[in-house]
């Protein structure tokens, strides 16, 4: 079974940048599409970007449509989220997943340990 390794988290200042990487065992991760993930304090995690299993196609959430980027290396196993211009509303700890199912929210694997991302001045 894939498990999921979420690191590069941490605390910027507003305006700044961050790239996550998101490390996944086995090798079938070329097969599935990917999405990262974020949840904050008393609320659902919620689907911020996703990437078709080849990496060709990209999709994101309005919230950070322009600032965050998507990518991944299938010969490494790892997704990738960049993220600039980082906004407070940002913090979160962020988690990625295979996507099982768009319309049901779900996912084909157990959550990781996420990484923690802090936007403050």
């Known amino acids: 079974q894939v498990q999921l390794v979420e690191s590069g988290g941490g605390l910027v200042q507003p305006g700044g940048s961050l790239r996550l990487s998101c490390a996944a065992s086995?090798?079938?991760?070329?097969?599935?599409?990917m999405g990262w993930y974020r949840q904050v304090p008393g609320k659902q995690r919620k689907l911020v970007a996703h990437?078709?299993?080849?990496?060709?196609?990209?999709n994101y959430a309005d919230s950070v449509e322009g600032r965050f980027t998507i990518s991944r290396n299938n010969a490494q196993n790892t997704v990738y989220l960049q993220m600039d211009s980082l906004k407070p509303e940002d913090t979160a700890v962020y988690y990625c997943?295979?996507?099982?199912?768009?319309?049901?929210?779900?996912?084909?694997?157990?959550w990781g340990q996420g990484t923690q991302v802090t936007v403050s001045s």
């Open positions: 997943n295979g996507i099982r199912s768009f319309q049901a929210d779900s996912t084909w694997f157990n």
């Open positions: 086995g090798s079938a991760f070329r097969l599935y599409t």
């Open positions: 990437i078709s299993s080849d990496g060709r196609r990209a």
